[in-house]
């Protein structure tokens, strides 16, 4: 079974839905046939390389209070799921090269590639208050989760994945996707957002009954 998730690497709620969807996906005997594929979607386009402050972002898109209310409310919901969120740390920058280089990823060794430097992303950027648009920072990320540094600097260094990235951004819209995370399963159900793990069972037990 293919699942397909649009994401992006500074956003919070898709940290929470990639671990509550792996957490049901351990809980399934059939975990074996699920091929999990990440895509690019990006939050804030306008962000560059250069750190901003996040909280003045927060309040100036949602409204003065929202940065509070968010770290508040995700700072709990994170316990349970493993995450150490650090809002404090965290900054407003672009993840179009992160986008590039987990699209090279991929390319390079599948899920088993693609996956680990996910989960590193995320936590380097929520966690410790990484800069994911720095590139040497992303190659010395990529290499903690074994890849090639030598490539993964070649890849930044250049446009290549780009038109891979942007062809994830279009797949986005042709999904009528407006908001992430954003679960495909089979290129035919759509399940928004990081639901409970017992919500992910459940609809991945339909689908796995319906589809395949």
């Not at 919070?12 to 005997?29: H, S, V």
């Not at 390389?49 to 003065?64: F, N, Q, R, T, V």
């Not at 208050?129 to 290499?143: I, K, Y």
Request: proline residues 4%; aromatic residues 8%.
């Amino acid at each position: 079974m293919k699942i397909d998730v649009w994401s992006d690497v500074i956003c919070p709620w898709c940290y929470l839905g990639k671990r509550r969807l792996e957490e049901a996906i351990e809980q399934l005997d059939w975990k074996d046939e699920i091929e999990l594929r990440w895509h690019a979607y990006q939050l804030d386009p306008r962000a560059t390389a250069e750190p901003k402050d996040l909280a003045a972002s927060i309040d100036a898109k949602y409204g003065p209070g929202s940065f509070t209310g968010m770290v508040k409310r995700l700072t709990a919901l994170g316990e349970p799921a493993g995450i150490d969120y650090q809002f404090d740390k965290a900054v407003r920058v672009g993840t179009i090269d992160a986008h590039r280089l987990l699209a090279w990823t991929w390319e390079q060794g599948g899920p088993e590639a693609q996956g680990p430097l996910k989960e590193r992303l995320l936590r380097a950027y929520f966690t410790e208050g990484e800069n994911v648009a720095d590139h040497e920072t992303l190659v010395r990320l990529s290499g903690e989760v074994g890849l090639d540094t030598d490539a993964s600097r070649a890849v930044l260094a250049s446009d290549r994945y780009l038109d891979e990235v942007r062809a994830d951004i279009l797949a986005a819209e042709d999904h009528q996707i407006t908001g992430v995370p954003a679960f495909i399963i089979e290129g035919r159900a759509h399940i928004p957002g990081a639901q409970e793990v017992e919500t992910f069972v459940q609809v991945l037990t339909h689908c796995r009954e319906r589809f395949t």
